[in-house]
């Protein structure tokens, strides 16, 4: 069996998801590359007479949630039975979306008949594409016309697209595809942003790094697109493996743990490999004391905002100051910082803000307490 990446195409209604799908489908098949389609749900329930004003909002979604849990687990045993070294499955819309439907109560009363909540659907995925609503930025191209079951109005389908973008938020890989350009360009984007993540040819890592005024959490945490995640790191060296990094992301049961290894290109651009390890692996890595060069836990506050993807570290030997990071597609590509972050200086090039310099920092500094 091959890696499997699994893949969310989501957004607002009319933002173009059921024509990328066919679309990245055949350019990565024309690559080589195998790949399988979970289509949308909700359009097929109300297509065959079964919608809110039908069944009532609440046993529509839980119904639509029921579907997509069958049809998941289906596509995934059918793409692990499969040789080929990379497998890709593409979501139409993925689990979490119906979340922006219902309450929160609600979500969770039929999600936990699957042993499931919103944090394990988030890390449940390997990457998330948001293809922002045409309503917002091309709404002469929104209606009715590709979906004859649409009945949002622009002013919803916005307030949806955003929802849905809220959600997802946190998400290790999300990437925000907006209309700036036509849709063929946006959909050139996608491509783009994909072949990337997927590291065809070559998975990059690039990435700038800033150091910033210490945020004002309490703003942080009002903010709709924001998300905290705890994370813990190591950086170890084995003579059989050499150097790499392991992560816990999350808390409690919903943790994720990954084993990362970098190798580097120049101060902005690292050849990144990155692979899902259990819990056990995890703790029997640090376990090896002996290997472990550094460690450093953080508070990691993920920000869907103005069209970018931010990642915004908070320290606790830090009461000044914090880190942001922005991942780009090319190491000339142009950004923006937010708005709401005080600058101090751009750190990427500079090592002692590197988190594995943080970490042998921090490791030392337990050591003497």
């Known amino acids: 069996m091959g890696e499997v990446v699994k893949i969310v195409l ?3 209604p009319c933002a173009g998801k059921t024509t990328a799908l066919g679309y990245i489908k055949n350019e990565l098949e024309t690559l080589g590359v195998k790949v399988f389609t979970v289509g949308e749900q909700a359009t097929r329930l109300m297509k065959n007479g079964i919608s809110p004003n039908s069944v009532g909002n609440y046993e529509f979604q839980r119904l639509l949630f029921k579907n997509a849990v069958e049809e998941e687990s289906r596509v995934l045993i059918s793409a692990q039975k499969e040789k080929e070294e990379k497998i890709v499955i593409l979501f139409d819309r993925g689990l979490l979306d119906g979340r922006a439907f219902v309450t929160e109560e609600e979500f969770n009363r039929f999600a936990s008949d699957y042993n ?13 594409f948001h293809l922002v609503t045409c309503a917002d930025g091309a709404k002469e191209y929104y209606g009715n016309k590709s979906n004859p079951v649409r009945t949002e109005s622009i ?4 307030i949806q697209d955003k929802k849905i973008l809220a959600l997802w938020t946190g998400t290790s890989h999300l990437r925000i595809i907006d209309n700036s350009t036509d849709f063929w360009g946006k959909l050139e984007r996608l491509k783009t942003e994909i072949l990337s993540f997927l590291g065809i040819p070559e998975h990059f890592e690039i990435e700038r790094k800033f150091l910033i005024e210490y945020p004002d959490i309490d703003m942080l945490n009002r903010m709709e697109a924001c998300r905290r995640i705890p994370i813990t790191q190591a950086y170890l060296y084995t003579p059989q493996e050499g150097f790499f990094r392991i992560r816990r992301r999350g808390e409690g049961k919903n943790a994720v743990f990954i084993k990362t290894v970098k190798k580097k290109i120049s101060e902005i651009k690292r050849i990144e490999t990155e692979n899902y390890i259990s819990k056990e692996e995890y703790y029997s890595y640090l376990k090896q004391s002996d290997s472990v060069t550094g460690i450093i836990s953080k508070d990691r506050y993920c920000i869907s905002y103005k069209g970018t993807y ?4 908070v320290y606790p030997f830090w009461k000044d100051k914090a880190t942001l990071e922005i991942e780009l597609l090319s ?11 005080n600058l101090i200086r751009e750190v990427t090039f500079e090592q002692e803000y590197k988190n594995s310099s943080l970490a042998q920092r ?3 500094k337990k ?3």
């Open 155 to 158: 002013n919803q389908a916005c």
């Open 367 to 369: 050591a003497l307490i």
């Open 116 to 128: 499931l909540n919103e944090d394990i659907i988030r890390n449940s995925y390997d990457a998330v």
């Open 310 to 313: 931010y990642e915004l570290d």
């Open 362 to 364: 921090y490791r030392a």
């Open 10 to 12: 989501t957004g607002g």
């Open 331 to 341: 190491e000339d590509q142009e950004y923006k910082l937010p708005d709401f972050v």
